[in-house]
């Protein structure tokens, strides 16, 4: 029998039993590893189709011609002007909705959850005209005091010098800029 040297030394006997039984655990954990991602893919491949099925029973599909409101984002918009815009479904494509509004199509594509079907027809196809607008343009277009634009200040100073947005474009500062602090520019 072959006597150790050190205390620290393995047979190599044993040293090949330990590397068998970590790759023997190592092929038992990739295979669970494995099983555990495929489980996970189907479970949301599983739960992508409800939330489909969802939102097409919660949101049905949109008819040419048919009225339609387009929500208006809070920095585009004054308080006192309209919060949508009326339009109509020009045409469809892919899932995705061309809207038109008396003063022009809108140049970006909706998908129906952007949307709310109005039950009447308001606007008829005939009505609206031939040019491409934003829906800030649209929003501005119908405005009782000329839209709300997107600048804004956020002054900590209290607006008293040209570091303001507002005072350097020669506007006043409004409510939407910094809410209830201090403000020379009112």
């Known amino acids: 029998m072959k006597k150790l040297k050190n205390l620290t030394e393995i047979p190599e006997v044993q040293k090949d039993a330990e590397d068998k039984v970590i790759e023997k655990q190592t092929k038992t954990r990739q295979t669970s590893i494995n099983q555990n991602r495929t489980e996970s893919l189907n479970n949301l491949k599983i739960q992508a189709k409800k939330m489909t099925e969802m939102s097409e029973k919660r949101f049905c599909q949109g008819n040419i011609g048919e009225s339609v409101k387009v929500k208006i984002p809070d920095v585009d918009r004054a308080r006192s002007d309209l919060r949508c815009v009326l339009g109509v479904i020009m045409s469809m494509k892919d899932n995705y909705y061309e809207i038109g509004t008396t003063e022009g199509k809108l140049q970006q594509l909706y998908s129906r959850n952007q949307f709310t079907v109005c039950k009447e027809k308001i ?64």
């Open 123 to 186: 606007i008829q196809i005939e009505d609206v005209l031939a040019n491409s607008i934003s829906l800030r343009e649209a929003a501005r277009s119908f405005s009782n005091l000329g839209g709300q634009g997107y600048d804004r200040c956020t002054c900590t100073q209290g607006c008293k010098t040209n570091k303001c947005k507002c005072k350097k474009a020669d506007r006043l500062c409004n409510s939407k800029c910094h809410a209830s602090k201090s403000c020379a520019n009112k």
